[in-house]
């Protein structure tokens, strides 16, 4: 499938306006007020900027597919240098997109708009609580309405890929040429895609760059009937929508697990040895386990009341797709590993369209390998 929208550099899908309570679009209505509203001038506009750090931050539990809308820049100066620019939201017109200079600014709308503000501003102001209004400080606050060629990024995309890369979205951005040259390489070099080199690169100013295709089709579809084919090219489409960095049912199941006040667990092994009881839990939970398997260690734990170690459960939950249980190790936060490793084993082999983690695992295949060409071009 072929789409007409600039794609995001790292994940391939298009940057897209997102729906509203499946009624309609953000986009804006074109009439003579917002025809006269584009002319005006950056400084008369009261635009709606909070940190950007703020917006990746956020999960979007009344719209969770509204990161598809929001995106960054990666500018191509005169001099050739490449710049980061803030997050702005599509609000469906291709016309002269609006970047806030800062890398640390979202612009999340303007006043002014007649569906975005209303219907989400309010929404993102609430839930990222420290969001301010206000208005633009000095003179070109924004990017000038000129030609200047570039390249776009989910702005979650862009968090996720500073937690692939050794020292965060810092070293990245202190190499953005090497970073955008790494992408390019990968995409004209990935032979899993069409013979059609996938392109990125669009302008401003300018109408919208070359089609890119979608996933290709799995490889056992021939044997699908035409029905099931669709189906699964439906469950396929919506499970690659799902936002890659917050995955909402791992969220659920740290936020459940977390241990608010100091507890004294129940062992409960007796005379029992703790290493027969492991060796038991791993026969159980084989190395490569079904949904059932992880059911019946959970039944058998809670019968006889035995709580393995802590480090047990972090080892069996050592997976490059929950680096959420780095970074809680990391801060050192106080967890129900026995529950949460359970519940995490039980989200890994949970179908793979509904757990949330399957467009995560995609894009995270497309960063493993954009991240070795970046390693091996500094």
Known sequence: MWCSLPSCLLCALPIVEDWIDGDRPTRLEIDADQARWKTYDDSEKKHV???SAEVEKTIFYKQPQIWRALYRGILVEPDQRHRLTGITVFDGDWGVQ???RSPHQARIGSRLDSIFMPKYAASLLEELGAARVTSP??????????????YLVHAHCWALFGQVIEGGVARIEENLDVFVQAAQHFWQKDR????YAYETRWSIADDVPAESDDIPAESDSSSLSYCEMEKRALRTARANCQNPLFVLKLEEAIQRNRIR?????????GNFP???????????????YTAIEVQNARNLL????????????????????LFEVKELEKTKTQMGWQA???????????????????NRERILLFMDHIKRRFIEFL
Request: with cysteine; glycine share 6%.
């Open 49 to 51: 900027l909070v940190p």
């Open 98 to 100: 609006k970047f806030p």
């Open 137 to 150: 400080e000095g003179p070109d606050p924004y990017w000038p309405p000129v030609e200047r060629p570039g």
């Open 192 to 195: 899993l895609r069409d013979t």
């Open 261 to 269: 006040r100091k507890v004294h667990l129940h062992v409960g092994f």
């Open 274 to 288: 703790l290493d027969l009881a492991i060796l038991i839990i791993d026969t159980v939970i084989p190395a490569k």
């Open 302 to 321: 809670e019968a006889f009341q035995w709580t393995l170690p802590d480090g047990y459960w972090r080892k069996r939950c050592d997976s490059s797709l």
């Open 340 to 358: 949460l490793g359970l519940d995490l084993m039980s989200l890994l082999v949970e179908d793979e369209f509904t757990s949330g983690l399957r």
